[in-house]
């Protein structure tokens, strides 16, 4: 793809006020189906790289939005593996503890390495670093202080075994004070003197002062407990007292903004966010069912509101959820308390400065929020609910509906009466699909009875199938360009009013042009090129005379999908509605997708002609609601939280390598010949349903042009030949978030054996050749060859002679090759996408070595290619019948056998030399992906 402006809209915003609270949570889950190690969650951290570190009943976790990578801990004790707290140190090193001690992460070998475990033998329950490389960490053997190497212990009582010492929480204050909550009261650390100082709670002559959490708004502790829920203690005046109540008494998990929030996890009551300011729970999440922002359960043992506004949950036996990524660039609108348009399937809309009419299945919405007027009609006061089209003519609304004709709204006493009440048919009972004004003000009318034209509420023409040109059908669209003429779109066709002879045209249309097609949109951008939409098909461009006009090309992201809507913004970027997904179109061959991640409800869209407002907003019709945006503003605010990364690299199937990096230089791996089968993980670390992720990427020296992968983050390539390679990655359409590795296999040895021989044989060759030569000069005296070559006859016997040491009979690799194709026809081992050599080897009962030798020898075949060959031939089988018929290429490629819809596209264009998509054209079927 070409160089694109480097402003794209994917942004994050982050929340000032509350994180996670400004917009509606919809949660994911995490548990072993997606395949966590346990299903205790009991401890959560998010990295500055942007990974999730979950601390399971057994092991750390590492996930990325997509993938979850396992840290299991080694031991022999289950009881005292659960990890209780999670931190990061300089460097992005992880360090963990659980029961056992302290660990640390290493990202070399991908294993958890005890730290200090012969003087740091006890259990770790909390982790605070400083930032400046100095590691606090609670034990239940007192306070443990780890910095360059070294650890110091410092015990709150001389007694080991005291309660005191067994540490649940740390802060560090701005005075360089360590608050340190304990099962037997608050202590401080003076850092700068190393003086201790107890704190105990004592009420009515009771000692209540065991915590299990800490956390510090300003001068305030807040202190979670087993039995009494949240203890607030003053560091000024050193008072306790008891804080608000969450509905349950055990507080798992404590942590806030530093500002303001508390974020509360409870054992029994879900979780509750607080503000300490205004002294009561703001928002609370509980397992409720049937309720939005249910949970799945109250059982809640860690608690995670990161800096984007994510909250991850971790629950006792039930694993993890996790609140959806919503960036916020659309919003679903709605008026409180009158109107919201949520889950509403909005169909037309007329948005002016201070007025908006929204048409819907469910009835007419009037909305001024100026004025704080509202209004809805519906069934029984308009014949049909279902309003298809809405035009504002001359201060007046005209409102189209299916089954119950036309209707005129006057927004000024908001009443609402029939169009032509003395026309049962359309405007009573019928249809009526589109209204449109000409340039002399007369008014158009698309119905299900032909095509109607009145001039100050007069009729002037009626034009049907049977008096004019007009082709047969509903006449679905009406569209004035910028030259006056008015392209009528029926159910059979479309036709031209003419406006210099006042009549409809159908002789003018060019051979091969779109207008023997159902049309349901047409659309003029700025430069005067018109965009036609079929029902069916891909979009048709051109030139307001006709004289050039194209296809849209094809294998972009609009293929298979049906056009709804078209609007130019005000970078004369297309805003293109489809029945599956947004998409900004630069007009050139730069798709950039919109859906869930940016507030979009549905990936469904109506056929609603959206609106830019005098504001900047752009307005849009969904399935699930109206929604909006403001381009003007947002359009400038595209920024990443974190970088998108390569997080992993596998080969052969194998334990990831990590790439060499070198300052200022692309990182690099290093590969045997062998090595040449490698998978790309990666992740832009945005949390939200992992479908709906979208990226682009090459591996130059194998792909020639830039491949689109949607829902997964993960790319495979196969019998990767020796040499240089270039893997580059990045959000659909932004050049600036592009990473790189470099990647090099290397030649095999009997490469270089044949290389070194051949450059020795071609010396000797002109060695040979020159003496030669001189010996003809001075009258052909005979030069010998060299001992240690051969003539080429004895050459050629010496490697047939070397051949026959591992050569199978020609009528033993006829049966195996029966028996070949009878096991792919009869189990179709082809359809498993992980399918080795060695698999098929084992299901013939041969070795793998004899089935390579059959390939490359007998068949003159390469393994993947003799696999690929079936999972092709498979794929024109299901493609023919009804019962794939609306499975989308992805789905068809992964039942066939292909790991990614990449590999298949790319391996049939190789096979067949077309692409999947021109194949189902040529055999007269459709794919609606």
Not at 483 to 507: A, R
Not at 618 to 623: A, D, K, L
Request: some cysteine; overall charge negative.
């Amino acid at each position: 793809m070409k160089n694109i402006s480097k402003y794209i809209i994917l942004l994050f915003l982050l929340f000032s006020f509350l994180p996670g609270y400004s917009l509606p949570s919809v949660f994911r889950g995490l548990s072993v189906t997606e395949g966590l190690s346990d299903l205790v969650v009991n401890a959560l951290y998010k990295d500055s790289i942007g990974y999730v570190w979950i601390g399971t009943g057994n092991s750390l976790e590492r996930f990325d939005g997509t993938r979850l990578k396992h840290f299991l801990i080694s031991g022999a004790n289950e009881k005292i593996k659960r990890v209780n707290a999670i931190a990061e140190m300089e460097g992005n090193q992880i360090w963990m503890g659980n029961g056992m001690g302290l660990w640390r992460v290493n990202t070399e070998k991908d294993i958890l390495e005890p730290i200090a475990a012969e003087t740091l033998h006890y259990g770790v329950r909390t982790l605070l670093p400083d930032g400046k490389g100095t590691l606090y960490i609670g034990s239940e053997a007192g306070l443990f202080i780890y910095k360059n190497g070294n650890l110091e212990q410092k015990l709150i009582d001389p007694n080991v075994l005291s309660a005191s010492n067994i540490i649940t929480g740390l802060n560090l204050s701005e005075d360089g004070t360590l608050w340190i909550a304990t099962n037997d009261g608050l202590y401080s650390l003076t850092l700068a003197d190393k003086k201790i100082a107890p704190y105990h709670n004592i009420v009515e002559n009771k000692h209540l002062c065991s915590y299990n959490n800490i956390t510090r708004i300003g001068n305030v502790l807040y202190l979670g407990t087993m039995g009494q829920g949240i203890i607030s203690f003053d560091t000024q005046t050193h008072k306790f007292r008891h804080f608000i109540d969450v509905g349950c008494n055990v507080i798992s998990s404590l942590s806030s903004d530093g500002e303001d929030m508390l974020y509360v996890g409870t054992d029994g009551n879900g979780v509750h966010f607080i503000s300490t300011k205004q002294m009561k729970v703001l928002r609370s999440f509980r397992h409720e069912p049937g309720k939005d922002e249910s949970i799945r359960s109250n059982s809640v043992y860690s608690l995670l509101v990161d800096r984007e506004g994510l909250i991850w949950i971790g629950f006792y036996q039930l694993g993890l959820d996790y609140s959806l990524y919503q960036s916020g660039l659309f919003s679903t609108y709605s008026y409180p308390p009158y109107f919201d348009s949520k889950d509403m399937p909005v169909r037309s809309i007329a948005i002016t400065e201070h007025e908006k009419l929204v048409g819907s299945r469910d009835g007419l919405f009037y909305i001024n929020e100026e004025e704080r007027r509202f209004k809805n009609f519906k069934s029984p006061e308009l014949r049909s609910s279902m309003i298809f089209c809405i035009y504002k003519f001359q201060d007046k609304y005209y409102i189209g509906t299916y089954g119950g004709g036309m209707y005129i709204f006057n927004p000024a006493d908001l009443t609402i009466h029939d169009f032509e009440p003395n026309e049962p048919q359309p405007f009573m009972r019928g249809q009526i699909f589109s209204i449109k004004a000409d340039a002399k003000d007369q008014l158009w009318i698309g119905t299900s009875m032909g095509l109607y034209c009145y001039k100050d509420g007069k009729r002037i023409k009626h034009y049907t199938s049977a008096n004019s040109k007009l082709p047969e059908g509903n006449v679905y669209e009406i569209y004035f360009d910028s030259t006056h003429k008015g392209w009528i779109c029926t159910e059979n066709g479309m036709c031209i009013w003419d406006p210099s002879s006042e009549s409809l045209k159908t002789d003018i249309f060019p051979e091969n042009f779109i207008h023997k097609e159902k049309i349901r949109v047409v659309y003029e951008d700025s430069d005067h090129n018109l965009y036609f939409l079929p029902d069916k098909g891909s979009m048709c461009i051109s030139d307001l005379s006709m004289s050039r006009f194209r296809r849209l090309q094809p294998d972009t992201q609009l293929e298979g999908k049906d056009g709804m809507f078209i609007l130019e913004d005000d970078e004369k970027w297309l805003w293109i509605g489809t029945n599956n997904g947004l998409y900004r179109y630069d007009k050139k061959e730069t798709f950039i997708p919109y859906n869930f991640i940016d507030g979009i409800p549905s990936s469904i869209f109506t056929l609603c002609p959206p609106v830019q407002d005098q504001q900047g907003n752009i307005w849009m019709g969904n399935s699930k609601g109206l929604i909006y945006m403001n381009f003007k503003q947002n359009n400038q605010m595209k920024r990443y939280t974190y970088p998108l990364t390569i997080t992993d690299i596998y080969v052969n199937g194998k334990k990831s390598l990590h790439p060499v990096i070198e300052s200022g230089k692309v990182p690099e791996i290093q590969l045997e010949s062998s090595q040449n089968n490698l998978t790309f993980h990666f992740s832009g670390f945005t949390y939200t349903e992992p479908a709906y992720m979208t990226y682009e990427y090459k591996l130059e020296g194998e792909d020639e042009d830039w491949q689109i992968l949607t829902g997964k983050s993960e790319i495979t390539y196969y019998d990767l030949s020796s040499g240089n390679y270039l893997f580059k990655l990045r959000y659909i359409g932004n050049p600036d978030s592009e990473v790189r590795t470099a990647v090099h296999i290397a030649y095999p040895v009997e490469t270089w054996s044949i290389i070194a021989v051949s450059i020795a044989l071609a010396f000797i060759g002109y060695i040979y050749y020159q003496r030669k030569r001189k010996a003809k000069q001075t009258k052909n005296i005979q030069i010998p060859l060299p001992e240690n070559v051969q003539e080429p006859e004895k050459q050629e016997k010496t490697a047939e002679s070397k051949y026959k040491t591992n050569k199978i009979s020609t009528e033993e690799c006829q049966r195996l090759t029966e028996k070949l194709e009878a096991l792919m026809l009869r189990d179709k081992p082809y359809t498993n996408p992980d399918l080795k050599i060695a698999d098929l080897a084992t299901m013939l009962g041969r070795s793998a070595h004899t089935l390579s030798y059959l390939f490359n020898q007998h068949l003159n075949r390469n393994y993947y290619d003799y696999i690929n060959d079936y999972r092709i031939e498979e794929f024109k089988r299901l493609i023919n019948e009804d019962e794939y018929s609306k499975y989308t290429l992805g789905a068809l490629a992964e039942l066939c056998g292909f790991s990614s819809r990449a590999s298949f596209f790319r391996y049939f264009k190789k096979a067949t030399g077309i692409t999947p998509n021109e194949y189902i054209r040529s055999i007269g079927k459709n794919n609606d992906e």
